[in-house]
């Protein structure tokens, strides 16, 4: 046994990261052969490498290299990162210092090759620096876009019915086909047709949206206040109109998101070039506009079913079609928007609403049906373990095994009984075998838990759902706590479309995971007859 021990190399993590799709992919490969050079230099083992590609330093969200790194780091698979610069890791400041926070408690200290050893002013300067340059960057950014403008090109974005010129950044080409439907689309307006039957016709006649696979309302009406839509696209008048919105980050999400700019700050500029549509036609259609268009906000998730109503026929959700009185008719919204879906019946939302709470209550009063489909999922559960189990019970011996292993050459290591070499060549093969093993057993499947019932739970939400019921305002409006009753139970809502002379049938879709003492993934499906809108029809009791 040597006199003095040698102390072991620490391991490196090497981190590399380039921005765009624009810079060259030998970036990366670059950024590692310079850290691992520095490693070398710094006697550091590399123990492993994570890169992003083409992935921007503003935000750690879908960086799957750098969450990668931190999972690494918590796992204790490496002592020191190395980065080219303190910027690979991250430009944002909240960001950076997190990553610094959380490697500094797990006792690891980043390195660069630019900026040394890490510490928490450099990590602030940097920090700063990273977001000013981000700042400067947008802006420059921004202004180059709006002497793209000024020249009457694009900015960025394709409208329908245009074509980049290839070669020539900005500038865009008319397409005859595509202009001739936007011109159609605005004289069928003009005719006094509306969004919403312009869009079935041209979905009639198979003719392809800008986006998806159907023509709708929203499409051609678009939206006011960004000035988005067919007939609200000013460059169909010959007008460029740019920055209306900027985008922002959620710090959370990490999803860009955009914001709309005071009409102000709106630039306009012409290019007659681009001219679709007719100064006059585009003008009475937008004077027609305003007359047609629903100043009133429109309340929104206030019924009871709001946002969990399904078409059974597409899938798609369903909304009102109108009122008359206390009744409110719903209908499926691809049926309303497009006409693409053939459920176009409208059902009488009261009815249904009704049909779901007697649903609800018939189910759940009925404990033998409860009882069975625990005892099912449980069955079930059972089925699908066995086998496992030998499985499971082999992988945790061989993982005793390779533990006890390991603590006995290094209990000899520590008592003299075996050399420094035998116990180098020795211990890294017993930490990576006992590392299989663990990562084996991780993914190994445990064995079921018995679920059981929760007759208290059952029975209050038994009880919640009668005051519910009695709870719905004349206007059939309900308050955001009494939705969540229905939530916690219920997923979707399924309306299916009647034969001729038959009732619709209704699909509750939900989860028992409250009313057990084990969370449950399995859904639990309750059948049931809604009657359709009419004079003096109420909803029958629901059956299976």
């Known amino acids: ?58 935000s750690i969200m879908g960086r799957d290299g750098v969450l990668s790194m931190m999972d690494a780091a918590r796992d204790g698979l490496f002592d020191v990162p190395i980065v080219e610069a303190l910027d690979r890791l991250s430009r944002d400041q909240e960001d950076l210092a997190g990553i610094y926070k959380r490697l500094t408690h797990l006792g690891i200290e980043i390195r660069a090759v630019h900026d040394g050893r890490a510490d928490i002013v450099q990590i602030g300067i940097r920090g700063l620096v990273g977001a000013l340059y981000l700042q400067d960057l947008a802006q420059k950014v921004r202004r180059g876009m709006a002497g793209v403008v000024r020249d009457g090109r694009s900015a960025g974005g394709k409208a329908y019915g245009y074509a980049p010129v290839p070669g020539k950044l900005g500038e865009l080409s008319i397409l005859p086909e595509e202009a001739a439907i936007v011109l159609r689309i605005f004289e069928e307006y003009a005719a006094g047709r509306t969004p919403r039957d312009i869009a079935g016709g041209l979905n009639d006649d ?96 206030t019924r009871l079913l709001s946002g969990l109503l399904r078409c059974g026929a597409c899938g798609s959700g369903m909304s009102v079609k109108d009122k008359m009185g206390r009744l409110t008719r ?106 299989r093993l663990e990562g084996e057993l991780a993914v190994t499947p445990q064995p079921p838990k018995v679920v059981t019932l929760k007759p208290a739970l059952v029975t209050r939400y038994i009880r919640d759902l009668e005051a519910l019921a009695a709870a719905i305002g004349d206007n059939g409006f309900v308050s955001e706590e009494a939705k969540k009753i229905v939530r916690d139970v219920v997923t979707t809502v399924t309306v299916y479309p009647p034969k001729a002379g038959e009732q619709p049938s209704i699909l509750i879709d939900g989860y028992l995971s409250n009313m057990v003492d084990q969370g449950l993934s399995h859904r639990v499906s309750v059948r049931g007859g809604a009657m359709v809108a009419g004079e003096g029809l109420e909803p029958p009791t629901p059956g299976l």
């Not at 006199?3 to 190399?9: K, L």
């Not at 998806?212 to 008048?237: E, H």
């Open 330 to 435: 719903i209908v499926c919204t691809r049926a309303k928007e497009s006409r693409s879906c053939t459920n176009t019946r409208p059902y009488a939302v009261d009815h249904i609403e009704a049909t779901v709470l007697d649903g609800l209550r018939a189910r759940l009063n009925d404990k033998a049906l409860i009882d069975h489909y625990v005892a099912a999922y449980n069955d079930e559960h059972q089925k699908l373990y066995s086998g496992q189990g030998a499985s499971r019970e082999k992988a945790a011996q061989r993982l005793d095994a390779a533990k006890r292993e390991y603590g006995r050459v290094l209990n000899a290591y520590v008592k003299g009984m075996i050399s420094e070499a035998e116990a180098e060549q020795r211990l890294p093969e017993l930490r990576a075998e006992r590392q």
């Open 206 to 301: 198979n003719i392809a949206p800008p986006r998806g696979r159907y023509w709708s309302g929203g499409t051609i009406n678009g939206n006011p206040k960004r000035g988005y839509g067919i007939l609200q696209n000013a460059i169909y008048d010959g007008r460029i109109v740019w920055n209306r919105v900027h985008m922002v980050k959620d710090p959370d999400s990490g999803r860009r998101q955009s914001r709309i700019n005071p009409k102000s700050e709106w630039q306009e500029h012409a290019a007659e070039h681009l001219r679709i549509v007719p100064a006059e036609l585009f003008a009475a259609v937008n004077n027609r506009k305003p007359r047609n268009r629903c100043e009133t906000p429109q309340r929104k998730n």
């Open 1 to 58: 046994m040597s006199a003095a021990r040698r102390t072991p190399m620490k391991r490196a993590a090497l981190y590399a990261r380039y921005s765009s799709d624009l810079q060259t992919d030998r970036s990366i490969e670059d950024q590692v052969a310079l850290c691992s050079d520095y490693a070398a230099k710094q006697q550091l083992t590399v123990a492993t490498v994570f890169h992003d590609r083409a992935r921007s330093g503003a």
